[in-house]
């Protein structure tokens, strides 16, 4: 995805409130008030189930965990959250375990996604948990063919955190798949550098502007994510 993690990539101590990311950056145990980004930017929330992207699009957003259809922020931003396809699918599908028509939100989801990038000029803000690589393709290439940058901001927690996370908002993810999520996780931050490793990049790689690693207390820590007027 980009270059492994070095001296050069870390924040020191005296991390600037606000931070304008560039390339890969990580601000594990920082202390951040705003990152910024251009006004054209898709940025990707990404993480485990569990790891807190929904709570960051509600915090930061204002995208409300009852929300059926995407948010418009007063800024202009739009936040797809997978949970508003949710919410909106379960009046005709909530009858029936939602192990079953999973597959449909996560097909709406993505069609939401390339619909916005697609039909709006402004900022998108994106729920997904980027461990799969067909969506970070299909994702960068959406973003490629409106002509945006692709930002990142990948939520890192262990995953007893994650799984905690799950049992808190009453939405758990099978043991099976929840291991699958976690292990390519953490290839996909080994492939980073952000575990202490020197490891070759990612050799399909997802083409960001940045990417933005942030551990809880950081993400919690940050209190408004701005971009910038066109």
Same mark, same amino acid.
């Given at each position: 995805?980009?270059?492994?993690?070095? +001296?050069?990539? #870390?924040?020191?101590?005296?991390?600037?409130?606000?931070?304008?990311?560039? #390339?890969?950056?990580?601000?594990?145990? $920082?202390?951040v008030?705003?990152?910024?980004y251009? $006004?054209?930017?898709?940025?990707? /929330?990404?993480?485990?189930?569990?790891?807190?992207? $929904?709570? #960051?699009?509600? @915090?930061? /957003?204002? +995208?409300?965990?009852?929300?059926?259809?995407?948010?418009?922020?007063a800024?202009?931003?739009?936040?797809?959250?997978?949970?508003?396809?949710?919410? @909106?699918?379960?009046?005709?599908?909530?009858?029936? =375990?939602?192990?079953?028509?999973?597959? !449909?939100?996560?097909?709406?989801?993505?069609?939401?996604?390339?619909? #916005?990038?697609?039909?709006?000029?402004? =900022? %998108?803000?994106?729920? &997904?948990?980027?461990?799969?690589?067909?969506?970070?393709? !299909?994702?960068?290439?959406?973003?490629? *063919?409106?002509?945006?940058?692709?930002?990142? %901001?990948?939520?890192?927690?262990?995953?007893e *955190?994650?799984?905690?996370? *799950?049992?808190?908002?009453?939405? $758990?993810?099978?043991?099976?798949? /929840?291991?699958?999520?976690?292990?390519?996780?953490?290839?996909?931050?080994?492939?980073?550098?952000?575990?202490?490793?020197?490891?070759?990049?990612? =050799? *399909?790689?997802?083409?960001?502007?940045s990417? %933005?690693?942030?551990?809880?207390?950081?993400?919690?820590?940050?209190s408004?994510?701005? /971009? &910038?007027?066109?």
């Amino acid at each position: 995805m980009t270059p492994p993690l070095d +001296s050069s990539s #870390a924040v020191p101590a005296s991390t600037p409130r606000i931070i304008t990311p560039i #390339a890969l950056l990580d601000l594990r145990a $920082s202390e951040v008030e705003e990152l910024r980004y251009p $006004s054209t930017t898709v940025l990707v /929330f990404a993480g485990v189930p569990g790891a807190g992207k $929904s709570t #960051a699009l509600h @915090r930061l /957003f204002g +995208s409300g965990p009852d929300a059926e259809e995407p948010v418009r922020t007063a800024s202009g931003a739009l936040i797809l959250d997978s949970h508003h396809t949710r919410n @909106r699918l379960r009046h005709r599908l909530g009858w029936a =375990p939602y192990s079953l028509w999973r597959p !449909l939100v996560h097909l709406a989801h993505y069609r939401a996604i390339r619909d #916005a990038l697609r039909d709006n000029d402004g =900022p %998108v803000a994106i729920h &997904d948990c980027a461990t799969f690589r067909w969506s970070r393709r !299909l994702i960068t290439r959406w973003t490629t *063919q409106s002509h945006r940058e692709l930002h990142m %901001v990948l939520i890192d927690v262990p995953a007893e *955190q994650a799984r905690s996370g *799950q049992i808190s908002r009453g939405r $758990s993810v099978n043991n099976l798949a /929840f291991t699958g999520h976690c292990r390519r996780w953490e290839t996909m931050m080994d492939s980073l550098g952000a575990r202490g490793t020197l490891l070759a990049p990612d =050799p *399909q790689p997802l083409s960001c502007t940045s990417v %933005v690693i942030i551990d809880r207390p950081t993400l919690h820590a940050v209190s408004r994510i701005a /971009f &910038d007027p066109a």
